[in-house]
């Protein structure tokens, strides 16, 4: 899943630890949402899409599926 969240961070002038801090998780799950190495919880995401006054659907934007990705 693509995401803005670190754009949307570096555009208050935050860092990683204090975005970590208002969110309540380590800096390391702020580095990994960010490199889109991990996907928050549906809970972290409405938290994120809060702090940042924004709907989840601005921030996180799921990638299109790939051929061969369906469901059984």
Do not use: H
Request: charged share 30%.
């Amino acid at each position: 899943m693509k995401n803005k969240v670190k754009l949307l961070r570096e555009e208050r002038r935050w860092s990683q630890g204090e975005l970590a801090n208002a969110l309540g998780v380590s800096r390391q799950t702020v580095i990994s949402i960010e490199k889109e190495r991990y996907n928050p919880s549906l809970a972290l995401a409405f938290s994120i899409a809060s702090l940042f006054d924004c709907p989840i659907e601005a921030i996180f934007v799921p990638e299109p599926k790939k051929k061969g990705d369906g469901l059984l």
